[in-house]
């Protein structure tokens, strides 16, 4: 049982590290990447500069504007690292590839699973990086201490919950094929209510609340904030609410699997 074990983790590590070497083969996309995290960091710069200002304060909801600034650049690190589950899933269904992928000796939700940790990882690697380089240009060092630690303590709960709630969407495709709408509307509310585009601190009370009902803020809002409000004492709140909402969507996503396996019909295969 053991050896059955190893075998099979094996298996799912071979995956991620032949997804590592594949993206290593696309130079430009990372180039493109770059480039526009580079810009989406230096807009969101000059807007902040221009509300501390206005505000004439130095802090907001709690945070300095260099602390806003490395917010901003962890979590569109952590948002362009993610690939579109949707559209390769999409792509399978419509190729009929998808039913190669069903009788491999892998599971298929494993199969995409350890792919996507690997190219995930890889490419936030690759941002952090770049956007690190920007960070020590204009801001300086920045002054996490173990806030580091905390962003990789939840930065896997972070992206197992993404990995679900875009499998789930992803797996529509067994049904109506054309997916990417659900995921243009999903993305839509990591930015608002996930915290992307700022702290869950600066939202009026009402969506405050409701943000702590839904598992969006897990994704983005929790490793940024663990980075650069390092925070002991919420790191195993932090942990707790991801591995909750690991279950809960991994049941859901593995009946929702179960359904479409038996409806689906593949096209040109």
């Avoid at 992928?101 to 190219?119: C, F, K, N, Q, T």
């Avoid at 995921?183 to 608002?192: A, D, G, S, W």
């Avoid at 009026?204 to 897990?218: G, N």
Wanted: aromatic letters at 16%.
């Amino acid at each position: 049982m053991r050896t059955a074990f190893v075998s099979g983790i094996g298996k799912y590590t071979a995956i991620g590290k032949v997804t590592i070497k594949n993206q290593l083969a696309y130079v430009m996309d990372f180039l493109m990447r770059t480039l526009f995290l580079i810009i989406i960091i230096y807009v969101f710069m000059q807007l902040w500069g221009a509300t501390y200002g206005g505000e004439g304060s130095t802090t907001i909801a709690g945070y300095t504007f260099k602390q806003m600034i490395w917010y901003l650049i962890i979590s569109e690190s952590m948002t362009l690292a993610t690939p579109s589950l949707s559209g390769r899933i999409e792509e399978e269904v419509k190729s009929g590839d998808v039913g190669y992928r069903l009788i491999r000796p892998v599971h298929y939700i494993g199969y995409h699973y350890a792919a996507y940790l690997g190219e995930v990882y890889f490419r936030l690697v690759v941002n952090l990086a770049v956007g690190l380089v920007l960070g020590l240009l204009v801001l300086g060092a920045p002054s996490f201490g173990f806030g580091w630690l905390g962003f990789l303590a939840v930065s896997l709960g972070a992206f197992t919950v993404n990995f679900l709630l875009n499998l789930m969407l992803a797996l529509a495709a067994f049904w109506i094929e054309e997916t990417r709408g659900l995921e243009f509307v999903y993305r839509k509310l990591l930015f608002t209510i996930g915290g992307m585009m700022m702290p869950l601190e600066i939202f009026p009370t009402f969506f405050r609340k409701l943000s702590e009902w839904l598992p969006f803020q897990t994704v983005l809002y929790f490793p940024a904030k663990m980075a650069v409000a390092f925070d002991a004492s919420e790191l195993p709140k932090m942990l707790a609410v991801q591995l909750g909402w690991v279950l809960v969507l991994g049941v859901c996503a593995v009946l929702l699997y179960r359904k479409g396996v038996k409806k689906l019909h593949v096209n040109g295969g």
